[in-house]
Nanobody, 126 residues
Framework: EVQLVESGGGLVQTGGSLRLSCTFS????????VGWLRQAPGKKPEGVSC????????SYADSVKGRFTVSSDNAKNTVYLQMNSLKPEDTAAYYC???????????????????WGRGTQVTVSS
């Protein structure tokens, strides 16, 4: 059974930074993708960033390009999301999720993922 645990959320002021971590276990696929997704109150979930295990290729939503960076430590089964220059519109519940296959850039969206973590809240105050 795949299990995902997110951590690192919190309250930060506009312009601040946070680093989210996602540690996963029970994953037996050699080729997989991990994504960061978020959902703000009253809005649909959206893909924020994805990373592939095969080549560590990454993708980002336009709204976070240049501010967020996704990285992975395969030995630790952990994926990180470094979030800089945070804005109030980044406020949301952030989830990590896994897909048992390689994802192209245009596939980094919620429907591509089969297993989700419980999420961690990020709140950016103005």
């Amino acid at each position: 059974e795949v299990q995902l645990v997110e951590s690192g959320g919190g309250l930060v002021q506009t312009g601040g930074s946070l680093r989210l971590s996602c540690t996963f276990s029970g994953f037996s696929f050699d080729d997989y993708a991990v994504g960061w997704l978020r959902q703000a109150p009253g809005k649909k979930p959206e893909g924020v960033s994805c990373i592939n295990s095969r080549d560590r290729s990454t993708s980002y939503a336009d709204s976070v390009k240049g501010r967020f960076t996704v990285s992975s430590d395969n030995a630790k089964n952990t994926v990180y999301l470094q979030m800089n220059s945070l804005k109030p519109e980044d406020t949301a519940a952030y989830y990590c999720a896994t897909a048992p296959y390689y994802l192209n850039k245009e596939e980094c969206h919620p429907t591509s993922f089969t297993t989700w973590g419980r999420g961690t809240q990020v709140t950016v105050s103005s």
